[in-house]
């Protein structure tokens, strides 16, 4: 029994990640899904924040947590040999979004103006999610 549970966990799990016109399969540990995953939750924590924060109009929280999620915060460096371009540059101008919108809110936007931010932000996600999954499978 405590042989067969070695066994079956001898066989690491993988994770593909599934380009939208599948060309060839990308190959991730769970450790590196875990990486993207944190990331993205981040993202979510950071949205929520920005919203939070401008409708209670606290716009250092709304700036602060856009900053959260700016290129600083990319972990995807890490990853890049592992990553289609295409997925690292949609990452980048997702980061690089938040950054702007942090800038923008500092020096002034009105809500308006950082709304039409987020939406533009919040296509990257849209797009992204559906060009992209992370699949688990086993080798075999
Ligand atoms: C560069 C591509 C990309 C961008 C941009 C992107 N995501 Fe993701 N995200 C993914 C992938 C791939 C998954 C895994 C989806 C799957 O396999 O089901 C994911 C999963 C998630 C998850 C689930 C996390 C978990 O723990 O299961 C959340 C939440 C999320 N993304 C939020 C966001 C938000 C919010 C944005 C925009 C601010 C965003 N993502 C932008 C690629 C991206």
Known sequence: MNARIALVSGLATLVVLTP???SRPLLHTPAERDVV?????AMLESLSRI????????????EKAARASGMKATVE?????KLPAHF???GRRVHTRFDQLAEAIKTGATKDDALKRLAA???YCVACHSAYRLEEMRPD
């Not at 919203?51 to 709304?62: F, P, Q, R, S, T």
């Not at 460096?77 to 040999?81: A, D, G, I, N």
Request: zero cysteines; charged letters at 20%.
């Open 37 to 41: 995953l944190a990331e993205m939750r």
């Open 20 to 22: 939208p016109v599948m």
């Open 51 to 62: 919203v939070h924060g401008l409708a209670a109009g606290d716009l250092l929280m709304a």
């Open 88 to 90: 690292l540059q949609l």
């Open 121 to 123: 932000l919040t296509g």
């Open 77 to 81: 460096s890490r990853l890049e040999k």
